[in-house]
């Protein structure tokens, strides 16, 4: 599912990013939360004047969070699906990839809301760097006004695992650690990250911690959320019935999404219409 927004500012585009649907759990919890309401689409960026930025998300409420003048986003549709639109939606011109959203923790000091600006997305067969200008950007955008945002104090610069399938046991996230030294892990970066360098384009990924190393995803968190990102509420329900003895778990994790959808709030805010790319009149010199 493609989502274009246009507006007469600067445009970007993201791309999918999330953890076995744990942030559907506080859609869950809370529905009638400042994140409801259906993800914009439908409208086109072809008369979009200025520089275009891709921005990857793989749940609704994300794709939410990152709409805005300029944002055009790219979120859910199956993992075919989901490399076919980022890959259209490079080619119709942009000038930089931006993997935003939540992420499993790996590291144990990381706690649900922390912050991850990566270093490198680390995949099973490669690696991939993220544009230094880009991440520190994003790290000095959210240390300098930390102390409007309580939430935001807490920014790790590391590299971010990508998966293909949840990573949802504490050993699984142990091991992973272990081998690849990575902080956090989501099902997005590194499949954004690979057709921005094929590309040839700027890659930058931003993400904060919902269940942190030392929790365990249970059932329901495994179903919470259907193809295009948004919650499924039957399946959630359906897991509830099946095994009731695993709501107190699945409460803690509700609050612990919540506690990412208020980083990822005002971390928006703070990157900007650039999504905090620095030097961009440079950039599209050297592009041009």
Partial sequence: MISNLEFSQRPCLFLRGATAGVAGLADFAFPKSEFSGPVPQGVSLGSVNGPRFVAVTGLAFEARIVAGPGVTVVCGGGRIQ????LEAAIRNGCHGVLSFGIAGG??????PGACVVARNVIAENALYTSDIGWSQSLIEKMRGRASRFAALQDVSFGDIAGSDVPVACTEAKRRLHERTGAV???????????IAVEHRVPFAAFRVITDPSHRELPPAALVATNVDGGVDFQAITRSLVRHPKQVPTL????????AARRALVPGRRLLGPDLGLPDLRQHLLDVA
């Fill in 106 to 111: 790996l590291a144990p000091h990381l706690k």
């Fill in 82 to 85: 989901f490399r076919r639109s």
């Fill in 184 to 194: 956090a892990v989501d099902m997005e970066s590194h499949v954004a990250a690979r």
């Fill in 251 to 258: 409460l803690r994790l509700a609050l612990d999404s919540w």
